[in-house]
């Protein structure tokens, strides 16, 4: 299996990036970013490419993957609509278009967010944007296409999240979160948990397109 990450730096990306590198069925693994993940391994190649919404002078670069784990993004805080639908809704759009015309058979898996508006008609605007970018990926040509909308993502084996908030916030929880995964399985998951069910998901799909925590969670048990 061929991947390519979008996203790899991120917290999630980070944990992905882990397991497609440790299971050895994945046999090359491309990372799209405007910064290396600063990874070696023999089989990772970081793809350094500043302009997220436009692909063609990278295109020979992109054919040949059997699967795509989208796991950039940006939260809405201190942003307009428009401004947060170009960096969400456009660059998810501009890269799955891109790879659905060079790659019809492959697997593409965008990570989302819990709450995500699939209506694109409620009160909340960054579910709005979310839940449009959703409907648009699962419209395109792909062999298969899938929606992760995490709630809690608990980071294991060194990944970190690049926001401080976030950081600040995993370090004060971290204590509670293992007490909390047993009080309520399926709704916390680990970065190891994700990386591992979005490897299923191409190897065996899933029942659903859109799948919220506790459906990511029954793909692999903790």
């Not at 170009?86 to 989302?112: C, D, K, Q």
């Not at 409620?122 to 995490?150: D, Q």
Request: charged share 20%; hydrophobic share 45%; net charge positive.
């Amino acid at each position: 299996m061929n991947v390519v990450i979008f996203g790899a730096t991120g917290m999630i990306g980070q944990g992905v990036l882990r397991e497609c590198l440790r299971d050895p069925g994945v046999m090359h693994v491309l990372t799209i970013g405007r910064a290396s993940t600063g990874v070696q391994h023999s089989k990772l190649r970081d793809l350094v490419h500043q302009d997220m919404w436009r692909y063609d002078s990278i295109e020979r670069e992109l054919s040949g993957f059997d699967a795509c784990f989208f796991c950039l993004g940006v939260t809405s805080a201190g942003m307009t609509e428009a401004d947060y639908e170009r960096m969400t809704f456009g660059i998810a759009i501009a890269a799955a278009e891109t790879l659905a015309r060079l790659n019809p058979s492959m697997t593409f898996v965008y990570v989302s967010g819990a709450g995500a508006d699939s209506s694109e008609a409620g009160r909340i605007m960054w579910a709005r944007v979310k839940g449009k970018t959703e409907n648009a990926i699962l419209r395109l040509p792909f062999k298969a296409s899938y929606v992760f909308r995490p709630g809690v993502v608990q980071p294991v084996h060194g990944a970190r999240s690049r926001t401080a908030a976030y950081r600040v916030l995993y370090s004060v929880a971290k204590p509670l979160l293992p007490l909390l995964r047993r009080i309520m399985p399926g709704y916390i998951l680990t970065t190891e948990q994700f990386g591992r069910a979005m490897l299923t998901v191409v190897r065996h799909g899933a029942a659903k397109r859109v799948l919220e925590s506790t459906d990511i969670s029954a793909l692999v048990p903790a």
